[in-house]
């Protein structure tokens, strides 16, 4: 069971944000589709890059430590990450571990695409 | 010269009867203000030989022996020695200074004395032999005494009844020596609804062994009831001890707290024999380290730890058993006692082990060393037994494979659907099984998929537990690391050391255990009385 059961698409809004919708676990496994996603979506340019959890069933802390890269990344291209549609229990864990300090976590979409600006 | 200096002090009071009776009725209150000075004759001088053949009073004066016997009875004034002897040993003498009347001692005179030498001799012997058999009567007397205090110490200080614990079998067996020698043993119930189970043995025999035996005992409790720490307990006792033992005395001591609940029991060792478990692999010796109390103050033992598994019987035991002799005069052992207890067939822990012993010792044995036995078995199915609402018991393994955590995720939170906890604390507790499994998996046992990841799920006490276990291979993450971003950001930090982190946050107690080769994480959350929150906190 090492496939990723993860399917990610790419938003573009405009050119300032796109999101990733995110639909299953994120997983150390995750990170080729995360990755590839990424470079997919923030290729272009874009701020901030928006991260849908609206779908996420199952995240573990070697999904954490993806995040993390991911930040990683953004930081290095100067670009924003935000979330949003959170569960309370990720939020919890986003709390926890301070991924809420780096990472911008919003309610809806409308609410993240309004910090992308 | 014992026997015959003592006979010669009692015997010179006689001298000075013997005078009166030689002396004038009128000279009654000089004679008694005339004192012959006890002279001591050692047994090797010549003079006792020759008084032994003398046949009757000799005259100091005429002696040509020289002796220092011969010059102490000069020295003493001593004019003429009549020999005491019956069954032709000198008892003892009497002492005659010179006549008051300035004459020599008449052949009358000798022959009086004679005569009476004769009739005392015997009754010498005799009243010496009452008084010595006297002695010995009561010394015998006062020894069986002290036996009975003793025992009285012994018996007052061991538990009269055992805790009942739910889910466990409890049992002890103490059979004193004739003298009675210093074990003891001692269970109780700890604040915290844990028990404390000692074993010990005091060197030395009789009164003292029991008194410091009491002493112990009552410090064990004392301190128990304040610390949990099995090896706190005996670091305390031991410097409370040190400054008040006899001399040369010492206790050994086996502490260990068992939690009912679980079956996780932590113990520490001050010199006393390993306690051996009956397991469904065989036999398993919990092993630990320490000096015996009272012997050097300011010393540390080290703590263990282990799991009792349902089935998992625990035997502690005092060298009474193991020291015992049998006709040939070798000892019962250690290897006996332990293929004892890895032998499920070999019967009951203490019955079994009595039996065994008694074939070994024979029927007249006459028992050396008192016999102590304490066991503790951790009944089939305890996990539900003393669980609340609907007592929860589900086991399974899983292959260690990646992924797999998700699975067992999935069937715990199956498994603890009936208890209808709050949806957040279900949520916090599957995070904390995944990761506790993905651990399991990754690291305890190395991605090897044919070692099995075992878990289970039990309610017991008032808390749900679900208990991860792997072979404990690999490297384990022993610290919490709490979480950096900005150390993580500039790789410092590994995002893995998270995984712990967030299993301590997602669950009311996070217990790991390591104990027969095995690696145990315990996942608890309080079902009564819990905080309902499951978060310690960030």
Same mark, same amino acid.
């Not at chain 2, 003793?150 to 889910?167: S, Y």
């Not at chain 2, 060393?369 to 066991?375: A, E, H, P, Q």
């Given at each position: 069971?090492?496939?990723?059961?993860?399917?990610?698409?790419?938003?573009?809004?405009?050119?300032?944000?796109?999101?990733?919708?995110?639909?299953?676990?994120?997983?150390?496994?995750?990170?080729?589709?995360?990755?590839?996603?990424?470079?997919?979506?923030?290729?272009?340019?874009?701020?901030?890059?928006?991260?849908?959890?609206?779908?996420?069933?199952?995240?573990?802390?070697?999904?954490?430590?993806?995040?993390?890269?991911?930040?990683?990344?953004?930081?290095?291209?100067?670009?924003?990450?935000?979330?949003?549609?959170?569960?309370?229990?990720?939020?919890?864990?986003?709390?926890?571990?301070?991924?809420?300090?780096?990472?911008?976590?919003?309610?809806?979409?409308?609410?993240?695409?309004?910090?992308?600006? | 010269?014992?026997?015959?200096?003592?006979?010669?002090?009692?015997?010179?009071?006689? !001298?000075?009867?013997?005078?009166?009776?030689?002396?004038?009725?009128?000279?009654?209150?000089?004679?008694?203000?005339?004192?012959?000075?006890?002279?001591?004759?050692?047994?090797?001088?010549?003079?006792?030989?020759?008084?032994?053949?003398?046949?009757?009073?000799?005259?100091?004066?005429?002696?040509?022996?020289?002796?220092?016997?011969?010059?102490?009875?000069?020295?003493?004034?001593?004019?003429?020695?009549?020999?005491?002897?019956?069954? @032709?040993?000198?008892?003892?003498?009497?002492?005659? @200074?010179?006549?008051? *009347?300035?004459?020599?001692?008449?052949? /009358?005179?000798?022959?009086?004395?004679?005569?009476?030498?004769?009739?005392?001799?015997?009754?010498?012997?005799?009243?010496?032999?009452? %008084? $010595?058999?006297?002695?010995?009567?009561?010394?015998?007397?006062?020894?069986?005494?002290?036996?009975?205090?003793?025992?009285?110490?012994?018996?007052? =200080?061991?538990?009269?009844?055992?805790?009942?614990?739910? @889910?466990?079998?409890?049992?002890?067996?103490?059979?004193?020596?004739?003298?009675?020698?210093? /074990?003891?043993?001692?269970?109780?119930?700890?604040?915290? &609804?844990?028990?404390?189970?000692?074993?010990?043995?005091?060197?030395?025999? !009789?009164?003292?062994?029991?008194?410091?035996?009491?002493?112990?005992?009552?410090?064990?409790?004392?301190?128990? %009831?304040?610390?949990?720490?099995?090896?706190?307990?005996?670091?305390?006792?031991?410097?409370?001890?040190?400054?008040?033992?006899?001399?040369?005395?010492?206790?050994?001591?086996?502490?260990?707290?068992?939690?009912?609940?679980?079956?996780?029991?932590?113990?520490?060792?001050?010199?006393?024999?390993?306690?051996?478990?009956?397991?469904?692999?065989?036999?398993?010796?919990?092993?630990?380290? @320490?000096?015996?109390?009272?012997?050097?103050? &300011?010393?540390?033992? +080290?703590?263990?730890?282990?799991?009792?598994?349902?089935?998992?019987?625990?035997?502690?035991?005092?060298?009474?058993?193991?020291?015992?002799?049998?006709?040939?005069?070798?000892?019962?052992?250690?290897?006996?006692?332990?293929?004892?207890?890895?032998?499920?067939?070999?019967?009951?822990?203490?019955?079994?082990?009595?039996?065994?012993?008694?074939?070994?010792?024979?029927?007249?044995?006459?028992?050396?060393?008192?016999?102590?036995?304490?066991?503790?078995?951790?009944?089939? &199915?305890?996990?539900?037994?003393?669980?609340?609402?609907?007592?929860?018991?589900?086991?399974?393994?899983?292959?260690?494979?990646?992924?797999?955590?998700? +699975?067992?995720?999935?069937?715990?939170? /199956?498994?603890?659907?009936?208890?209808?906890?709050?949806?957040?604390?279900?949520?916090?507790?599957?995070?904390?099984?995944?990761?506790?499994?993905?651990?399991?998996?990754?690291?305890?046992?190395?991605?090897?998929?044919?070692?099995?990841?075992?878990?289970?799920?039990?309610?017991?006490?008032?808390?749900?537990?679900?208990?991860?276990?792997?072979? &404990?291979?690999?490297? %384990?993450?022993?610290?919490?690391?709490?979480?950096?971003? +900005?150390?993580?950001?500039?790789?410092?930090? $590994?995002?893995?050391?998270?995984?712990? =982190?967030?299993?301590?946050?997602?669950?009311?107690?996070?217990?790991?255990?390591?104990?027969?080769?095995?690696?145990?994480?315990?996942?608890?959350?309080?079902?009564?009385?819990?905080?309902?929150?499951? *978060?310690?906190?960030?």
């Amino acid at each position: 069971m090492t496939e990723a059961t993860l399917s990610l698409q790419v938003r573009q809004i405009g050119k300032a944000a796109c999101i990733l919708d995110i639909e299953g676990d994120i997983t150390a496994f995750s990170e080729e589709a995360l990755m590839d996603a990424y470079t997919e979506g923030a290729g272009v340019g874009v701020k901030a890059v928006i991260l849908n959890f609206t779908g996420l069933e199952y995240m573990n802390s070697g999904g954490i430590g993806l995040l993390v890269t991911v930040l990683v990344r953004a930081n290095r291209a100067k670009q924003k990450l935000l979330a949003f549609g959170l569960t309370e229990h990720y939020q919890e864990i986003f709390e926890l571990t301070r991924l809420d300090e780096a990472i911008g976590i919003y309610a809806t979409e409308a609410d993240a695409l309004a910090a992308a600006v | 010269m014992t026997a015959i200096a003592q006979t010669w002090r009692k015997v010179t009071g006689k !001298g000075q009867a013997a005078e009166a009776v030689a002396a004038p009725a009128e000279a009654t209150v000089e004679t008694t203000t005339i004192e012959t000075p006890a002279v001591e004759i050692a047994p090797n001088d010549p003079l006792v030989a020759f008084l032994q053949s003398a046949g009757g009073a000799v005259d100091v004066e005429a002696l040509e022996l020289e002796s220092p016997g011969v010059t102490a009875l000069r020295e003493a004034g001593v004019a003429l020695v009549v020999p005491l002897i019956s069954g @032709g040993e000198l008892v003892g003498t009497l002492n005659l @200074g010179p006549r008051l *009347s300035d004459q020599q001692y008449s052949t /009358d005179d000798k022959r009086l004395l004679d005569g009476l030498a004769a009739q005392a001799a015997p009754a010498l012997q005799v009243a010496e032999l009452v %008084q $010595k058999q006297a002695a010995e009567a009561r010394s015998r007397e006062r020894i069986e005494q002290e036996l009975k205090v003793a025992t009285l110490i012994q018996q007052n =200080f061991l538990p009269r009844v055992l805790p009942d614990l739910p @889910g466990w079998e409890v049992a002890a067996y103490y059979q004193p020596a004739r003298e009675v020698g210093g /074990d003891f043993y001692d269970l109780f119930e700890l604040p915290d &609804g844990q028990v404390a189970v000692i074993i010990g043995d005091v060197t030395d025999k !009789g009164v003292p062994a029991a008194m410091v035996m009491a002493a112990a005992r009552s410090l064990l409790r004392a301190s128990g %009831q304040r610390v949990i720490s099995p090896g706190e307990v005996l670091e305390r006792v031991n410097d409370l001890l040190c400054p008040d033992i006899p001399e040369k005395m010492f206790v050994t001591c086996l502490y260990l707290v068992v939690d009912p609940s679980t079956g996780y029991v932590r113990y520490a060792n001050a010199g006393h024999n390993l306690p051996y478990a009956r397991t469904a692999d065989g036999s398993m010796e919990l092993r630990a380290k @320490g000096m015996p109390l009272g012997l050097l103050p &300011g010393m540390k033992y +080290e703590e263990h730890e282990a799991m009792m598994s349902p089935g998992d019987g625990l035997l502690l035991y005092s060298d009474g058993v193991t020291e015992a002799h049998g006709a040939e005069r070798e000892m019962f052992g250690t290897p006996r006692l332990v293929d004892h207890v890895a032998d499920p067939t070999s019967g009951d822990l203490i019955d079994g082990l009595l039996t065994q012993l008694q074939r070994f010792t024979g029927n007249d044995w006459e028992q050396e060393d008192d016999i102590t036995l304490v066991t503790l078995t951790r009944t089939l &199915g305890s996990g539900v037994q003393n669980g609340l609402v609907s007592g929860i018991d589900v086991r399974f393994t899983l292959p260690s494979e990646t992924g797999n955590e998700r +699975e067992a995720m999935q069937r715990v939170l /199956d498994a603890i659907a009936p208890l209808g906890l709050e949806e957040r604390r279900v949520e916090r507790l599957g995070t904390a099984v995944s990761e506790a499994a993905m651990n399991a998996i990754e690291h305890g046992n190395q991605g090897r998929a044919e070692i099995p990841v075992e878990v289970e799920v039990v309610t017991a006490g008032g808390e749900l537990i679900v208990r991860i276990r792997d072979v &404990g291979d690999g490297p %384990q993450a022993t610290e919490v690391e709490s979480p950096d971003i +900005e150390a993580k950001l500039a790789g410092l930090q $590994k995002p893995r050391g998270w995984g712990l =982190f967030l299993i301590k946050n997602m669950v009311d107690e996070i217990r790991v255990i390591d104990a027969d080769g095995r690696h145990t994480v315990e996942l608890v959350l309080q079902l009564e009385g819990g905080d309902g929150d499951g *978060s310690n906190g960030a």
